[in-house]
């Protein structure tokens, strides 16, 4: 029988895993696994330890219930492992931008856990640095700091209200930072207030800021903002906001990359955001790791063009109807149409056709 961990944080989402941790297990039960849980603690990278255990353990499914936090931990677990067991996520987090980009519900636990009952999955890209794994974004400069000085009674209490309000604060101090920014199709030498490079379409709760974004094409999507002057950046917010127009503002390098260098160009700390976590100072480079993890999604709600291993598959699946239904026409041509191209291959006083 398969067998699968869930490995659950207890504080995420107002303690409500806690309350919901038997259905989620007789979903998985139902799904045909023989489930069993794990509570995270207090120590660090707890989730991340449990997660590299099981696998080597040999667990078929991992399903990491709580925030995008737990997610990040769960997937450094599993990444390095040659033989990777498949991911489920159940979101109890603030954001819940993996979620949102595998349509997986947010509120409501049960409902989360049942998507694995519809046996749909993406083979999903994830991001690689020199020590670290990352599932949704890699981000340096002034505009990226914002997120390790809102507390997390803020994040919990008003969500991203609180990375924009911190935002509206911080945009004032924003100073142009020098980096070389080396990636697929060229580099960029230069001052930036930031750099972004996304996995996914959702970040923070906006759907935006890489609007072309495919969950499995090996590439991530670069976004550098040159600009630090503070009005430009607000209209560069609201053309990301008004349908993700600022991707081709002039005053951004929009691209898409399987790998990104970055070098720092001053004696100022260069900062990296990975998932929204402190992840070390540049320099730094970060590589695609193409369909690295298979993870449970909700398809049917998933746009067609964001996943291209979806598309394929639906290609596939159309060409094999197609050949067998000229396989079977072919079949009956040959055994129902004789030489003198009359049906049935007898007298026409025995063959009566309308």
Do not use: W
């Amino acid at each position: 029988m398969k067998k699968a961990r869930v490995i659950y944080n207890p504080t995420s989402g107002k303690e409500l895993l806690k309350q919901h941790l038997a259905e989620i297990l007789e979903v998985l039960e139902k799904a045909g696994y023989e489930a069993s849980a794990f509570r995270t603690t207090p120590e660090p990278r707890s989730a991340q330890m449990e997660a590299h255990r099981a696998g080597l353990a040999g667990f078929d499914l991992i399903v990491a219930a709580g925030g995008d936090g737990t997610i990040n931990e769960v997937v450094n677990g599993i990444a390095p492992l040659e033989k990777r067991p498949m991911m489920a996520i159940i979101p109890a987090g603030t954001t819940n931008d993996y979620a949102r980009a595998l349509q997986v519900p947010r509120n409501n636990v049960k409902a989360a856990a049942e998507v694995i009952l519809k046996q749909q999955t993406v083979k999903m890209d994830i991001g690689k640095t020199d020590k670290d794994y990352f599932i949704n974004i890699a981000a340096g400069g002034n505009l990226t700091e914002l997120t390790y000085d809102v507390p997390s009674e803020l994040k919990s209490m008003f969500g991203y209200l609180a990375y924009l309000a911190k935002g509206a604060e911080m945009l004032p101090r924003v100073k142009p930072i020098p980096m070389k920014l080396v990636y697929d199709d060229g580099e960029y030498d230069g001052n930036a207030s930031m750099f972004f490079l996304g996995l996914t379409n959702s970040v923070g709760g906006f759907e935006h800021i890489a609007p072309d974004a495919k969950l499995d094409d090996g590439k991530f999507s670069l976004l550098i903002i040159k600009t630090a002057n503070i009005f430009e950046i607000v209209h560069l917010a609201a053309l990301m906001l008004n349908g993700g127009k600022h991707v081709n503002d002039k005053r951004i390098i929009y691209t898409k990359t399987s790998k990104l260098e970055v070098i720092p160009k001053s004696d100022k700390a260069l900062m990296i955001n990975l998932d929204g976590e402190y992840g070390g100072d540049a320099p730094m480079t970060f590589t695609n790791l193409h369909q690295h993890i298979e993870m449970f999604a909700n398809l049917d709600a998933i746009p067609n063009e964001a996943v291209i291993g979806y598309e394929d598959e639906k290609e596939s699946h159309y060409d094999a109807v197609t050949k067998g239904f000229i396989k079977e026409v072919e079949k009956l041509s040959q055994e129902d149409i004789d030489g003198d191209g009359k049906i049935g291959g007898g007298d026409d006083k025995d063959n009566k056709h309308c």
